[in-house]
């Protein structure tokens, strides 16, 4: 037989704690804690920005040939580009560099900028090299 609750026609109360699992009973949690801060909407809205946006494709920084740039338009182009890149990185990490991307460039040139871009999960963390075992003699 099927029950039917009908509105106010039953205990609150009594249904939700019938359906719930007493506290001596619920067993080791199958939360995984190490994933909190990928669930926090306050650490996820610092990470992308407030604008609202997650970032359409996420790549780290890169160097990369631009001998193709030879005219105004492209010059004008690259440098557009780089300013709509630098800006998909998270407003702490931009004022960092005092929201310039020119600062910011300068600085991944120099290797200043690599604990602040592996801090912000920007470059990853080198691994170290496996150990190798002794060749035996």
């Known amino acids: 037989m099927i029950k039917y609750r009908m509105l106010n026609a039953y205990d609150v109360t009594k249904a939700s704690n019938e359906a719930a699992i007493p506290p001596g009973e619920q067993g080791e949690s199958l939360t995984i804690q190490s994933m909190a801060d990928d669930?926090?909407?306050n650490v996820i809205v610092k990470r992308f920005g407030l604008n609202g946006q997650l970032p359409e494709t996420f790549r780290t920084p890169e160097y990369g040939d631009y001998s193709h740039i030879t005219d105004f338009r492209s010059a004008l182009h690259a440098v557009r580009d780089a300013q709509d890149e630098f800006m998909k990185l998270p407003p702490d990490l931009r004022a960092?560099?005092?929201?310039?991307?020119?600062?910011?460039?300068d600085a991944v040139a120099s290797g200043e900028a690599v604990p602040a871009l592996r801090e912000a999960g920007l470059m990853?963390?080198?691994?170290?090299?496996m150990p190798t075992a002794p060749s035996a003699s």
Do not use: G
């Not at 960092?96 to 460039?105: G, T």
């Open 39 to 41: 669930c926090d909407i």
């Open 96 to 105: 960092k560099f005092n929201n310039s991307p020119q600062a910011f460039l």
């Open 124 to 129: 990853p963390t080198p691994t170290p090299p």
